[in-house]
């Protein structure tokens, strides 16, 4: 039973945070009083306080987060365990050489909560949103790689096309394209704002009458590709289940049906990798199934936690046991 600190939102400073399927995920992790656990997307820490009570006094955490501003954040929410949590910085595509370099070599339960936080989102000067005029940057970790300015700068037409199309899922994406070179040739495109209105002027007026905004897709696209958000994602289930012991559980959040994809993907080939007949009673092939996958389908938040975290929308939860 989760403490009543976790029914509310999370405030640290102004920024609100609510962890999204938090009891489903502590449910279905399970880790154990004493228990070495991960938590390789940290963001505000949410997710890391529930792992944190619940494997007691003797148990540890590691959090991963390549922004630096987030770990900071973590930090000061869970000051009150001491040694017992430790932040790392970087992707959590790197998970096996900041676990090693950690001194960490299994670890009991492992959480993802992929995507952008809404610390990010909600904080005009990160660039994630087109609700506020601001630099047009979408980098998760500020302090390193390219920012989505830079990007559209150099990026030539077609590959623009193909990420806005591939990551964007848009309809209009080479129209889209062409608007953004055609108006870099004018003027750079620096501003969340520039970028909204050129992709509203494609649209056009019937745009009006959607359910989103007309730049949604294009925003999404360039801040998969500026962060590199789904590439990768099938080594990285495969790289966890590695680091798992024998009962040890890995938990992964998507929010993007193409993140979702990868992970599924990833989870039923580790799951089904054995060939042998059914009736065979041990393994012929050499390949034993590596996983257990534990939710047939992908758990999703319910009307409540929608109601009051309307972000947990496209929440989709799969968790896996190593045999």
């Known amino acids: 039973m989760l403490p009543a600190l976790h029914e509310e939102e999370r405030v640290t400073g102004a920024i609100a945070h609510r962890p999204v399927l938090l009891h489903e995920t502590i449910d279905l992790l399970a880790p154990r009083p004493g228990a070495t656990v991960v938590d390789g997307t940290l963001g505000a820490a949410g997710h890391a306080y529930a792992l944190l009570e619940a494997v007691g006094p ?5 959090g991963i987060d390549r922004d630096l501003e987030a770990l900071e954040i ?3 929410r869970l000051a009150a365990f001491g040694d017992r949590f430790t932040p ?14 950690a001194g960490v070599f299994a670890c009991h339960a492992m959480l993802f909560d992929l995507g952008v936080s809404s610390m990010q989102l909600d904080r005009p000067e990160r660039g994630f949103s087109f609700r506020h005029d601001a630099v047009l940057d979408m980098r998760m970790d500020a302090s390193r790689g390219e920012s989505a300015a830079d990007l559209l700068a150099r990026i030539e037409e077609p590959d623009l096309r193909r990420i806005i199309f591939r990551w964007g899922e848009e309809k209009r994406s080479g129209a889209i394209a062409r608007a953004i070179v055609r ?15 050129l992709v509203e002027r494609v649209a056009g007026p019937a745009a009006r009458r959607w359910r989103i905004h007309p730049a949604t897709r294009t925003f999404q696209a360039l801040r998969i590709a500026v962060n590199g958000e789904i590439e990768g994602l099938e080594q990285l289930v495969k790289d966890a289940v590695a680091t798992l012991p024998r009962g040890g559980r890995l938990a992964v959040i998507s929010y993007h049906s193409l993140e979702d994809r990868a992970i599924k993907t990833a989870m039923r080939a580790l799951a089904n990798r054995c060939s042998c007949p059914r009736k065979l009673p041990v393994c012929g092939c050499g390949k034993e199934n590596l996983i257990r996958v534990l939710t047939r389908r992908p758990i999703r938040p319910g009307d409540k936690e929608i109601d009051r975290n309307p972000r947990s929308r496209s929440a989709r939860l799969r968790v896996a046991e190593r045999l």
């Open 58 to 62: 003797d148990g540890r955490l590691f």
């Open 74 to 76: 973590a930090r000061a």
């Open 88 to 101: 790392l910085h970087g992707r959590h595509e790197d998970l096996t050489r900041l676990l090693r370099d």
């Open 183 to 197: 108006e870099r040739e004018r003027r750079p495109l620096v501003r969340t704002a520039q970028l909204a209105e």
